[in-house]
């Protein structure tokens, strides 16, 4: 991939994010992070069926959305609730469907972000369709399909990238790579990365570790502009941590070290970066309190809906 000076001189793209974008990136995977805790408090008192967290890939999520922007069509899988949420769908639309009450919660055509797909790998194909329909409309903007690392184990990836590198499909793959295919380590389903399996099939990529926000802001804004202005795909692996279980109902302390598990939490990416800022002065207390606020108000109205 060409450098980060040559992707901002040859197509105009900011790769670094200012003051404002840093507040922005903290401010959605906090509330982030609040919904998801919610989630799983109001999973264990039955009023979910089941939650897949996303705590430990806020990151790499909030990052990502941020930098491509809202016109690109966003393909999820079934953890990218921070992208979700940045996106414009409501913690009620979002719980709703792991409450059972409906296939798809919100308007997909008009947040532009799709269904979330539970069998592994399938969105990928559906993404890579949809990108060739758009152009074929003549429609000029890209599609961002999320995957794991476990979902790079099945065929339809692989047709998947394969098909986006024959047609030339205006597609940003993001794998969050977290190290686990729910209790199967990732050096146990590939001998090299994922980065560098995509190279195989013609494909731009590169991998960053997924801890630091405005690393992967970065990353996937040279991606961005690299798609948008040689209209082809790209890959962004993401290494990030898996803080919890790989659902509710996973007891990854039966197949984790306690240890392993530990580090994941001290390298907690919200904690990191919250901290960060705070120590370059961007935020305070006054911001964070306002932060919370809005999180506790989500909750209430969420436990309201759903508990009584």
Sequence with gaps: MKSESEYASEYGCETEPDDDTRRLLLRHM??????????????????????????????????????????PTVVPSYREHAVAL??????????SQWAGRTFCGWDPYRLRFFPYTMVLATQTLHAVGYSIGQRLQGREDFVVVYIGDGATSEGDMSEAMNLAAVESASVLFVCQNNGWAISKPAEEQMRTSVAERARGFGIESVRVPGGDPETVFSACSRAAAHIRGERAPCLVEIQVGRIQGHTTSDAQELYRSADDIARTRAADPVTAYAARLSGLGLVDTAWFDAVDAEVRESGERLTKEYVG
Excluded at 45 to 62: K, M, N, R, T
Excluded at 86 to 95: D, H, I, M, S
């Design 30 to 71: 906090l509330v982030a992070r609040g919904i998801d805790e919610e989630a799983r408090r109001l999973q264990k008192q039955g009023a979910l069926d089941l939650w897949p967290s996303c705590q430990g890939q806020e990151a790499a999520q909030v990052g990502s959305a941020l930098a491509v922007g809202p016109d």
């Design 86 to 95: 940045l996106r414009g769908v409501t913690p009620e639309e979002l719980f």
